[in-house]
């Protein structure tokens, strides 16, 4: 008989005494849902800006205002950006080597590729 | 490509340390895990902003109130984070909470338990943030990207947490004799509790687990319990309290704790609904999504009106 | 200058500030929805700032006066009773629905934009510097309650009818705002203080240009309530004390 000793993991309560959502369930009728954005935030002067995470709101002008109280809290950043997630098109991961596998073999964009003499200094 | 083929893809994935992102193909089981536990942790940072809240118009301090405001506040945001990696998945915030409120849903059960006195939100910073810490560090490896990117946000913001609930701790046991009673009497409450945290026993039951294969989760209970214990232990000692357990001691040769048994019929009485405060949690939750939902629909409202009238005008010029 | 009369007025700032961060903090964990609880909290977190760099200076004036060390921003804000606050009526009012709360916030805010664009040329430094750091927190504070001002007066017919309904509650609290008490016309004299009287044309405008946007009849000006700034409350404050103060109170001079 095959008998394995069941890991429950950290305050994970079993299967059967708890609930869990099922992904693309009907909403309810009559809620109101606000459209999710992607936030991105500029740390400071000079770096690109980073995706650090999504939020909800009713427009552009209250995402930014929402990922100012949400995301920058600790002065994260200078700069943000909003754009509704919807509107983010994505590359498909099957695509996956089609798309980057190509740049692998492209050692010669990297710095390292080249050996230089040690003498030469701040290249 | 068959299934068992994108199975096999998707486990080697796993075993070679590769993230899986929100648009990989996963098996349903494993977007099932994940939207569970997820939500769980989600639901369990909204609800724990309850029974702190209930101390933010008491703070004994003004810098106390600041730091007790900021800290609960974190928790909306990490609740937050955590419903946007659901949503990577396929399930509306909305849906989730709407699970929340139906009972479906669970949360951590350590927040179904009441903050009598001043000395609980110290307690709750020591001894359930420092045991959700453990978790949570542990998450920031988890296979699925969102979520870890998610726990990393949170590790980063919770630091201040429960340094800010061990020095409340700390500045009661250097207090008056009725601090230090107070001081004394919280931990006696929040010590078992805490324990239970950390969930069933590993032995409990008898099936083959599928998470530790994916590496949603990658400590057990029992190992992440054991490393808790001997953590607070050794801060009690700094704190001169006394950990409410007379088996609790250093075992030399095992170079761990050794420790009495949870009380499992409170544990899993709590876990049904039974806790002095589960009923008051989930009112608390239910009446404040109910009294915003007029709120959520007039910003929706005043959103799309604005949309058609700016496109009319575009129409008329 | 008389030394009283600076604190009093300081006081006066920080009653202000603390009694409506008190108030709105009663929100959080309990909001519409995630975002808007954690925005409340940061203004709720700003404020509660200014009301302590205004204590600590206040503290810093009365032991000066007193000749030793015993005040505090803690002492002050814990241990004075409701007859020693000197905070507007409107700030202690109970929160009512969300709507109500935003309402009031934006009624203070546009004041405190206005107030703290002159106090920083306050011929004292403490407070010039306190109202310039406090004038870019409360900058935001205006420009986010105005906009959920909007939003729910043009919203849904539910939510025009509430903030109508809230604009009926709080109007006769708001003459306060601008109604001078004795120590602020003697701080403006003295080039410390704002004489309040004098910000009523601006906050009117404002509040008029956001009403309209909204959809907002503002009220004909009928009786205002007054005395807070005297230190003669209502009901309320006696509550949001005994609440505030209870730790303080029932283990005295103790650490926290």
């Known amino acids: 008989m095959n008998i394995q000793i069941k890991r429950y993991f950290y305050g994970d309560i079993p299967e059967e005494n708890t609930g869990g959502g099922n992904a693309g369930k009907k909403e309810q009728p009559g809620s109101v849902t606000w459209p999710l954005w992607e936030v991105f935030i500029r740390s400071k002067q000079g770096l690109d800006h980073k995706h650090v995470g999504s939020l909800h709101a009713t427009d552009a002008k209250m995402a930014i205002e929402n990922a100012r109280d949400v995301y920058t809290r600790r002065m994260?950043?200078?700069?943000?950006?909003?754009?509704?997630?919807?509107?983010?098109?994505?590359?498909?991961?099957?695509?996956?080597?089609?798309?980057?596998?190509?740049?692998?073999?492209?050692?010669?964009?990297?710095?390292?590729?080249?050996?230089?003499?040690d003498e030469v200094k701040h290249m | 490509m068959s299934v068992q083929e994108l199975e096999k893809i998707f486990q080697d994935k796993i075993d070679r340390e590769v993230r899986i992102e929100p648009k990989d193909w996963m098996p349903d089981a494993y977007r099932k895990t994940l939207i569970r536990q997820i939500s769980q942790h989600a639901h369990s940072e909204i609800v724990g902003m309850l029974p702190e809240g209930n101390w933010i118009t008491r703070a004994p301090s003004l810098k106390?109130?600041?730091?007790?405001?900021?800290?609960?506040?974190?928790?909306?945001?990490?609740?937050?984070?955590?419903?946007?990696?659901?949503?990577?998945?396929?399930?509306?915030?909305e849906q989730t909470i709407d699970d929340l409120h139906s009972g479906k849903a669970k949360?951590?059960?350590?927040?179904?338990?009441?903050?009598?006195?001043?000395a609980d939100i110290g307690a709750i910073g020591w001894l359930v943030d420092g045991a959700a810490i453990l978790n949570q560090v542990m998450l920031c490896r988890t296979s699925y990207g969102p979520y870890a990117r998610a726990n990393i946000r949170i590790c980063k913001e919770e630091s201040f947490h429960q340094r800010q609930g061990f020095e409340i701790l700390l500045v009661l046991s250097q207090g008056t004799p009725e601090q230090k009673a107070m001081l004394q009497d919280a931990v006696d409450r929040w010590w078992w509790p805490s324990l239970m945290m950390f969930g069933p026993r590993d032995s409990e039951s008898t099936h083959s687990d599928q998470s530790t294969q994916w590496k949603i989760k990658r400590k057990s209970n029992d190992e992440l319990r054991q490393q808790f214990v001997d953590m607070i232990a050794e801060q009690a000692k700094i704190l001169q309290v006394t950990l409410p357990d007379p088996e609790l001691k250093w075992n030399a040769e095992k170079k761990q704790y050794d420790w009495g048994e949870i009380d499992w019929n409170e544990f899993w009485n709590v876990v049904k609904g039974n806790g002095p405060c589960n009923k008051q949690r989930l009112d608390a939750r239910k009446?404040?999504?109910?009294?915003?939902?007029?709120?959520?629909?007039?910003?929706?409202?005043?959103?799309?009106?604005r949309k058609e009238r700016e496109e009319k005008e575009i129409k008329v010029a | 200058m008389n030394q009283q009369t600076i604190f009093d007025y300081t006081i006066h700032l920080a009653d202000n500030a603390l009694v409506i961060a008190q108030r709105n903090s009663e929100w959080c964990g309990h909001g519409p929805v995630l975002e808007q609880d954690i925005a409340l909290t940061n203004i709720s977190l700003d404020l509660l700032g200014q009301a302590r760099s205004l204590y600590q200076y206040a503290a810093s004036i009365r032991n000066k006066?007193?000749?030793?060390?015993?005040?505090?921003?803690?002492?002050?804000?814990?241990?004075?009773?409701a007859r020693e606050f000197r905070n507007c009526l409107l700030m202690e009012l109970p929160n009512g629905d969300w709507g109500q709360t935003i309402l009031r916030q934006f009624f203070f805010s546009v004041y405190q934009y206005n107030l703290y664009q002159y106090l920083q040329r306050s011929s004292d430094?403490?407070?010039?510097?306190?109202?310039?750091?406090?004038?870019?927190?409360?900058?935001?504070?205006?420009?986010w309650s105005s906009e959920w001002v909007i939003r729910l007066g043009d919203g849904t017919e539910e939510s025009h009818r509430r903030m109508q309904n809230a604009v009926h509650e709080l109007w006769m609290f708001t003459?306060?705002?601008?109604?001078?008490?004795?120590?602020?016309?003697?701080?403006?004299?003295e080039n410390i203080g704002v004489d309040p009287a004098?910000?009523?044309?601006?906050?009117?405008?404002?509040i008029a240009e956001v009403f309209q946007e909204a959809t907002l009849d503002v009220p004909a000006t009928g009786w205002m309530q007054t005395g807070g700034k005297e230190g003669r409350h209502t009901e309320h404050l006696g509550y949001i004390l005994a609440e505030m103060q209870f730790l303080q109170r029932t283990y005295p001079d103790s650490k926290w």
């Open chain 3, 125 to 143: 430094n403490t407070l010039s510097a306190i109202a310039e750091k406090s004038l870019k927190e409360v900058t935001y504070h205006q420009r």
């Open chain 2, 287 to 305: 009446k404040a999504h109910d009294n915003g939902a007029w709120v959520r629909e007039a910003a929706k409202a005043y959103a799309d009106k």
């Open chain 3, 175 to 189: 003459g306060e705002l601008t109604t001078p008490a004795g120590y602020e016309l003697e701080a403006a004299r």
């Open chain 2, 64 to 93: 106390r109130k600041a730091i007790l405001l900021a800290k609960v506040q974190d928790e909306a945001g990490h609740g937050l984070y955590l419903y946007a990696a659901t949503e990577t998945l396929g399930i509306t915030r």
């Open chain 3, 65 to 81: 006066m007193n000749g030793n060390d015993q005040a505090t921003e803690d002492t002050l804000a814990y241990l004075r009773d």
């Open chain 1, 76 to 117: 994260e950043g200078i700069s943000i950006w909003v754009v509704e997630s919807q509107y983010i098109h994505a590359s498909n991961p099957d695509d996956a080597e089609a798309f980057y596998e190509p740049a692998n073999d492209k050692v010669y964009r990297h710095p390292t590729f080249y050996d230089l003499p």
């Open chain 3, 198 to 206: 004098s910000l009523k044309a601006a906050w009117s405008q404002t």
């Open chain 2, 107 to 118: 949360y951590s059960s350590i927040f179904n338990y009441p903050t009598i006195t001043w």
